[in-house]
């Protein structure tokens, strides 16, 4: 099975960083997501990391460490839409399910 | 528009009733998956198909019962429904069982 942890809640200004940690226990491990989730709406992939190291995908990168259990997602000049919640999650290398952290919601303020 | 397409978008209903929801998949898009969303709960994985067949399952009461069909859209039967079966209801699909997931709108359910 999969233990996936998360912070619950980050809070941030317009233009900033901020970096949202994830840490895992897993059974089987064949790639960690990061999905963004709008409230009420459906969850929108953002960044795949399967090998460590980091993955940069414009103002968003993502990045993994296979031997620590641990990734982060690395959110750069921070906009109002970015308010959101950010969902880890773990594939699982038999049946290569996702599945999911509780998410942390980001509240980004003027 | 992802191209993954769950009916209905609202479901109201009484508790013990029935209800299906239905999940069109991405064209191409072999592998589905099921998840339920509680306002006090992450995604909760419920089970997945993958070219008609079950290939997974997770924490899915004995009262929800799926399929996938030869056209490869699935169906996600609630039966004897209770309060706490009121939920967003996710479809995700994608092109195997290695590839990354693209989610449906989701069925909001309230039972009541």
């Known amino acids: 099975g999969q233990n996936i942890d998360q912070p619950t809640e980050m809070t941030a200004t317009e233009g900033a960083i901020v970096q949202i940690n994830c840490t895992y226990q897993?059974?089987?491990?064949?790639?960690l997501f990061w999905y963004q989730q709008h409230a009420g709406e459906a969850p929108t992939f953002l960044s795949y990391?399967?090998?460590?190291g980091l993955e940069e995908k414009g103002r968003f990168s993502s990045f993994l460490s296979r031997s620590k259990g641990y990734s982060y997602l690395l959110l750069k000049e921070l906009q109002m839409k970015d308010s959101a919640s950010y969902l880890c999650?773990?594939?699982?290398?038999?049946?290569?399910?996702?599945?999911f952290g509780a998410g942390t919601t980001v509240t980004v303020r003027a | 528009d992802s191209g993954v397409t769950q009916t209905p978008k609202h479901l109201i209903t009484a508790t013990g009733q029935r209800v299906t929801l239905r999940c069109s998949p991405r064209s191409g898009d072999l592998s589905v998956y099921w998840y339920q969303q509680s306002l006090d709960q992450g995604l909760q994985f419920l089970i997945q198909y993958y070219n008609g067949e079950e290939r997974a399952k997770g924490n899915i009461l004995e009262r929800f019962s799926a399929q996938q069909f030869p056209d490869l859209h699935s169906e996600l039967n609630l039966s004897s429904l209770e309060l706490g079966d009121s939920a967003l209801y996710f479809c995700?699909?994608?092109?195997?069982?290695?590839?990354?997931?693209?989610f449906g709108s989701g069925t909001r359910l309230t039972v009541v």
């Open positions: 995700a699909s994608s092109v195997e069982q290695e590839g990354g997931y693209t």
């Open positions: 990391n399967v090998l460590d």
């Open positions: 897993t059974s089987g491990f064949n790639g």
């Open positions: 999650a773990v594939r699982d290398y038999d049946d290569y399910k996702l599945s």
